[in-house]
Each structure stands twice: as C-alpha cells, then as structure tokens.
C-alpha cells in the first residue's frame, strides 16, 4: 500500500494567519486513537497537555508530570495526528534550571516526542527561554492567566487578573511573550473583557479556556468535554457529549452477558 502524501497539515502559519478570520480550534489527546478522532474531524491543533496528569496518570495537580511522561504521550499523539499540529507541553520544572536545559527538553518533545511546537506557562520571567527555543527551531506556544503548574504559588484554581493591577501586568507579560517569539498564546481563567483587550492588542492568536468568547481560538481538556472525567471538572466547561455514559453502559452489558452466559455464542 503507498504512503499517504496527500494530508495537508497545519503550520505555526497556518495558525498565525488565521487571527481574524477564523477562529481555532484545539484540544488535547494524550494517546494514539484519541488524536485520531480528534485529528479526524479537522480539529486545527492537539495540545498534549500535562493535564494527562490528572485526567490519564490520576494525579492531583500537573506538577508530578516529567519529560518522560510526556515524551511517551507526545509519540502516541503525533502518530495519531495527520493533519492537526500537534503541541507539546513543557512539564513542571523542564524550563526552569537554565537555558541549556529548556532547549534540551523542548527539543526533546520534538526529535523524540514528534511534536511540532511546545507550550510553556509563565510571562517576562520566561521570556530568555521562550527566545532560546524559538532560536532554536521549536515554535513556542505561551500560557498565561491561570497557570497550573503554579498551584501551590496561586493558592488554587480559580480566576486570575482580576484586578487593575494584574490585569495590567498579565498584558505586560502577554506582549513579552509576543516579543520573546511565541507563535500564540494560551490564556486561561482571566476575566473575559481582560481576554478581549489582550487579543486586541497583541498580534499573535489567543486561545482562550475559560477566557470567555473574544479570543481568536478556544482550547478544552477533551476528558472534560466529552464526560470521561468528573473528579473536578471546571465551571466554563461546556458537555458537548457523555461518552463517559456510553463507556460505562457498554462495560455493565458486557459484565451482565458474561455472567449470563449470552456472551460469547457458541460456533459450531
Ligand atoms: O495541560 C493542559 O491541558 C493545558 C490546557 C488546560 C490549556 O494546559
């Protein structure tokens, strides 16, 4: 059989030309038959998200995520993904000891992992980093607001930028990491209208979760859009089915054929 040659696949131009004209769509997988479904239907980009720690590993919080975690989940994904662009996150503490060390690991996530960019929280701290990586080859992808990996620092999951105050410094940041190179930007939990002038102002894409409608693409945990998970699940997530229902219905008909003997039939 030949090789498909034929599949278009989305670039950091891509993305970056679709800012207001058309909004992008992104999602996270974590595992090979997951990115398929969602590669298969035209979703613009797949975020292998450390969010695999809480929703695939059963983790509390993102920070227990390593490299090689998120290596073997990135492999899965880009082997799934044909068309969307994969993404890869930074896990906690891989771009924070040095220069040498940020590039080392983003590159790893693309030589090994098959991603084609990586993602990294943080603003003006990071943004040495995020230059070195972009130099580098690797697009950057940023994320502000609400960033995970700073849950014990952030006292919890909840709204950030809500005053005048953060809410000039989460712009002072966003444009940081604008300059720095980024090629888009993850805004999370903020104030919609902050989220609004934030897009406005900067000319690369933001892809909001929890950022309200004004961004130029949105980005949701597939595990919580589709009902697979409920150990926490946030407010602004919308269901857009209950697969976890359909998972659950079909092992319990499975169990009562077992028992019952209705499964398997006998073939002569
Ligand atoms: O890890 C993740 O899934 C993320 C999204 C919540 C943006 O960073």
Redesign the pocket.
Known sequence: MSKQTNIKKVTTSIIRKMKGFEKISML?AYDYSMAKLVDSVGCNMI?V????GNVMLGYDD?THVTMADMIHHTKAVARGAKHSMVVA?MPFLSCHLGVYEAVKNAGALIAEGGAAAV?LEGGEEVAEIITAITNAGIPVCG?LGLT?QSVNQLGGYRVQAKTEESAEKLIRNAKAVEEAGAFCI?L?CIPHELAKKVSEELNIPT?G?GAGPYCDGQ?L?LHDMLGMFDDYVPSFVKSFANVGEVITDGVAKYIEEVKSGTFPVSKK
């Open positions: 996270t975020l998200g450390d969010s695999l993102t996150d993602k994320h995970p993850v999370e892809i979760i980005v945990v």
